[in-house]
């Protein structure tokens, strides 16, 4: 299996522009989760979907961001407008139900310029 | 509420020398304990994990025990290497793949 897939690894772009971060979870696997890591507050978890549905959406920090997955096997997050404050590695994982492990995806390095 | 404390790094030893990170937790319940690891520039990958009290987890030379009586989950390696040098968390989880609460994370430097 390839494992959890994100797109793309590294993100540069200029303050007020929209960022799309893209995710294919592992194959079969029904729960996926948004997670942001930076140095300062570590690792947030953002929302999580299972079977496609958003179930905890708390740790979105602000109407900036939102999140989809139309279907089984791709979820994306959005910040529009993007800000300097949100530069960090944004991490999709992903879980089986009954499972607790939860597979991780390479990341994305987002910076807000 | 349910929470994961881990012990502050970094941590630097030297090749072969013994390994201990602490981690306890608080939950209401009984929960899964995990320890994933990161490498640099990679996302995080569970090490291993213990789902009831008393058992103990092992991968790669690691070990760690579910202690429900100090609510403890301690990371232990008996001679570390080079390639170990990384950030670990530590986690806790009810079940069913949703919302795992990770520790803020050790990162251990192993010197040669």
């Known amino acids: 299996d390839a494992g959890v897939i994100q797109s793309p690894r590294h993100e540069v772009t200029e303050m007020g522009q929209e960022v799309t971060l893209r995710c294919k979870p592992i194959s079969g696997h029904d729960y996926l989760f948004w997670y942001r890591q930076t140095m300062m507050r570590g690792l947030e978890l953002l929302i999580y979907?299972?079977?496609?549905?958003?179930?905890?959406d708390s740790g979105m920090p602000e109407d900036r961001f939102s999140a989809k997955m139309p279907n089984a096997s791709f979820s994306t997050l959005k910040i529009q407008p993007s800000e300097p404050r949100d530069s960090a590695v944004y991490f999709c994982?992903?879980?089986?139900?009954?499972?607790?492990?939860?597979?991780f995806g390479p990341g994305t390095r987002l910076t807000v310029l | 509420g349910d929470s994961v404390t881990q012990m502050e790094g970094p941590v630097t030893l030297s090749e072969e020398a013994f390994l201990t990170i602490n981690c306890t937790y608080t939950a209401t319940g009984y929960p899964s304990l995990f320890w994933y690891v990161q490498y640099p520039g990679e996302g995080l990958q569970l090490l291993l994990k213990?789902?009831?009290?008393?058992d103990k987890g092992s991968n790669k030379g690691f070990e760690a025990t579910y202690r429900k009586e100090t609510t403890s989950f301690h990371l232990e390696k008996g001679s570390v290497q080079v390639s170990d040098s990384a950030v670990y968390f530590c986690a806790l989880t009810f079940g069913g793949g949703f919302k795992t609460i990770f520790g803020a994370g050790t990162r251990l430097f192993v010197k040669a």
């Open positions: 994982a992903s879980s089986l139900g009954g499972s607790d492990t939860q597979y």
């Open positions: 213990a789902t009831k009290a008393d």
């Open positions: 979907f299972n079977n496609n549905v958003p179930i905890d």
